[in-house]
């Protein structure tokens, strides 16, 4: 008399085990196939990688691919087309958002800008910013926040804005020309190419430009603002992809660094040497800091971005952060 009730449990249970699997199996299949934009390719960039590599996209139920904008306008232009969902810039890019793109700052993952730093040639008499005044400092693009950093750095020096000369080259390659020749006396770059540079013995960091700008958002994630009125699910599931990005970061240096020197085609030991700078750097739950963000507001002015500071709403959201993977 016992046996059909425990029949029918195990039946059940086997029904219920049948729904698991294939409910798993629908959940993979029906990943959302995601276009992510990376500015330009940097180390902080990595954790979209990390994603792949490590199968975190997969958990948020996500298809990710990668795609190099070249710069942070290509990269806002790519959202505002709709090729790009999801993107990583500059604090200074969320200014196209407030000027009317149809993209917003979702989340904040890196502080003071750390990763801009001035690079000379090894035989350059240059080693402290005292000694710019009057020379042409090179950088991938003007009205850029690397420029309104050497802004900051010559109107600190007691110079005002024009005190160092400013030019935008277009890429690091040409940068590195204009050093090279002597056609420029700086550049502004991300600290692996002088590291890089001093490994070859041609060149070296003077120093960061991070100082005159301690409050501050670095790197942005940004998503189009479709997907954050209409699809906020798909927002903060790759909010979590990304996020579980940066805190595998962080608790795995020898993959990271494997990860990093074939993406970003460098060498183990400044890779490793990019790691102990940066990973702590990186933020782990993607809050703005309001004082960060007034002195953005106003580098946008600065920049001739904007005629006067934005409101927070009209470039960014804060219903996604905290973050929680």
């Known amino acids: 008399m016992q046996e ?66 070249a710069s942070d306008a290509k990269l806002q232009q790519a959202m505002a087309a709709g090729s790009i969902d999801f993107g ?12 009317g793109a149809p993209v917003r700052a979702v989340a904040a993952f890196a502080g003071e800008p750390r990763t801009v730093v001035l690079i000379v040639t090894a035989d350059s008499p240059i080693k402290a910013p005292g000694d710019l005044k009057g020379k042409l400092v090179v950088m991938p693009g003007v009205g850029s926040v690397t420029q309104w950093l050497v802004w900051r750095m010559s109107i600190a020096q007691g110079w005002g804005q024009e005190g160092i000369r400013t030019a935008g080259l277009g890429s690091i390659d040409a940068n590195l020309a204009a050093i090279k020749t002597h056609e420029a006396d700086a550049m502004t770059g991300p600290p692996e190419v002088g590291y890089l540079l001093e490994a070859q013995g041609a060149g070296r960091i003077a120093f960061t430009l991070a100082q005159y700008a301690p409050h501050f958002h670095a790197h942005i994630v940004f998503a189009r603002k479709e997907l954050v009125d209409k699809n906020p699910d798909l927002v903060e599931r790759f909010l979590k992809g990304f996020f579980a990005g940066i805190a595998f970061l962080k608790t795995h240096k020898e993959k990271t660094t494997e990860i990093a020197v074939r993406e970003l085609h460098n060498t183990p030991a400044i890779m490793n040497r990019i790691y102990d700078d940066l990973s702590g750097w990186l933020e782990s739950d993607g809050r703005f800091d309001p004082e960060a963000l007034e002195v953005l507001k106003a580098s946008f002015v600065e920049l001739g971005m904007l005629d006067k500071k934005p409101n927070d709403e009209d470039f960014l959201t804060k219903k996604f952060v905290p973050v929680k993977p």
């Open 88 to 99: 990583l810039g500059s604090g200074a890019a969320m200014a196209f958002a407030a000027k």
């Open 4 to 69: 059909k009730p425990a029949l029918a449990a195990r039946a059940y249970a086997a029904l219920i085990a049948i729904g698991l699997i294939f409910g798993a199996s629908a959940r993979a299949w029906a990943a959302d196939k995601v276009h992510a934009g990376m500015a330009v390719p940097l180390w902080a960039f990595l954790p979209l990688q990390i994603g792949i590599d490590e199968g975190i996209w997969a958990k948020y139920g996500i298809d990710l691919d990668i795609t190099n904008s």
